[in-house]
């Protein structure tokens, strides 16, 4: 098995809904807030977990999903957003996802929809195999397929 792809999408998905959640405004993206304590090591450095941690969010900044000024030690970005990329894939409707409960208004249905609300939902239910999913999900351009970098370097 492989946890620690388990534990990047849950951590992948937890740091882009803390962003998204602060959205547009620039804040420090604590390690601690999403994955908790972890005790350093017995040299004083941070826990595999939480540089495992770290390190995703590190790569969602390389892959251009945020933006950050500098890091806190190993504690934190500082001053992350998400980029455009990333907005626009959390507020995108999860295929199969919009209810056709008319009752609600649009505005409901098209948030309930989102594949924030989706990821935020997955998380709090502790449905792993759901997060994976939606990670999954958020990764791959709009006609579907995974998103890889052009020979320009840009992300399609």
Not at 102 to 125: E, F
Request: glycine share 8%; with cysteine; hydrophobic share 40%.
């Amino acid at each position: 098995m492989d946890l620690q792809i388990d534990d990047f999408y849950k951590d992948a998905a937890g740091g882009l809904l803390m962003l998204y959640q602060a959205f547009p405004r620039k804040v420090a993206l604590y390690i601690e807030d999403l994955i908790g304590r972890e005790e350093p090591d017995e040299f004083g450095l941070p826990s595999k977990r939480h540089q495992s941690c770290l390190g995703a969010m590190l790569w969602l900044a390389e892959e251009g999903y945020i933006r950050f000024d500098s890091t806190i030690q190993f504690q934190a970005l500082d001053q992350a957003v998400l980029t455009e990329k990333a907005f626009m894939r959390l507020t995108r409707a999860v295929p199969g996802q919009m209810t056709s409960d008319l009752s609600l208004p649009l505005s409901i249905l098209r948030i309930q929809a989102s594949l924030a609300h989706q990821l935020r939902t997955a998380i709090k239910d502790g449905h792993g195999e759901r997060i994976a999913q939606l990670a999954r999900l958020l990764f791959e351009n709009d006609s579907g397929a995974p998103l890889h970098s052009s020979l320009s370097g840009q992300a399609t």
